[in-house]
């Protein structure tokens, strides 16, 4: 996740996501991490991850 990418990417660590929406669409499951890039300012946005970090 690195808002200040010039370019939307895949969600990879090479091509990251440059919004909070992707990750707000998707629905995390146990073992899944989100990587927020050190310094990068997401404006006028806010994170609402999805599902949970226990199996069941």
């Not at 707000?24 to 073992?31: A, E, H, I, L």
Request: net charge neutral; hydrophobic share 30%.
């Amino acid at each position: 996740m690195d808002c200040g990418a010039t370019a939307a990417g895949d969600g990879s660590q090479a091509a990251p996501w440059n919004s909070l929406a992707p990750v707000n669409d998707r629905v995390f499951q146990p073992g899944d991490s989100i990587l927020l890039k050190r310094g990068s300012t997401c404006t006028g946005q806010q994170l609402f991850p999805k599902g949970s970090g226990v199996q069941g």
